[in-house]
């Protein structure tokens, strides 16, 4: 019985929408100009590793008055 293997199209990875930098988070933004610094250089390892970090590390700002 033949199989009937079409190739799959996939379509471009799914994006992982980038996390935004927490105003007033010294850790943010550090990240996000490293980060900005690795799109220039199209070192996509190294802009997700600065996704992971920015929604990895604890915010306490939560006091809003
Ligand atoms: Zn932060």
Redesign the pocket.
């Known amino acids: 019985m033949p199989r009937n293997c079409r190739p799959v199209h996939l379509p471009d990875p799914v994006p992982v929408p980038e996390p935004t ?2 105003d007033g ?1 010294d ?2 933004a550090a990240l996000a100009r490293q980060r900005a610094a690795a799109h220039a250089k199209g070192d996509k390892a190294k802009v997700i590793d600065c996704n992971i970090e ?1 929604r990895r ?1 604890p ?1 306490a700002m939560r006091e809003v008055s």
């Open positions: 930098p927490v988070c850790v943010c920015m590390h915010h």
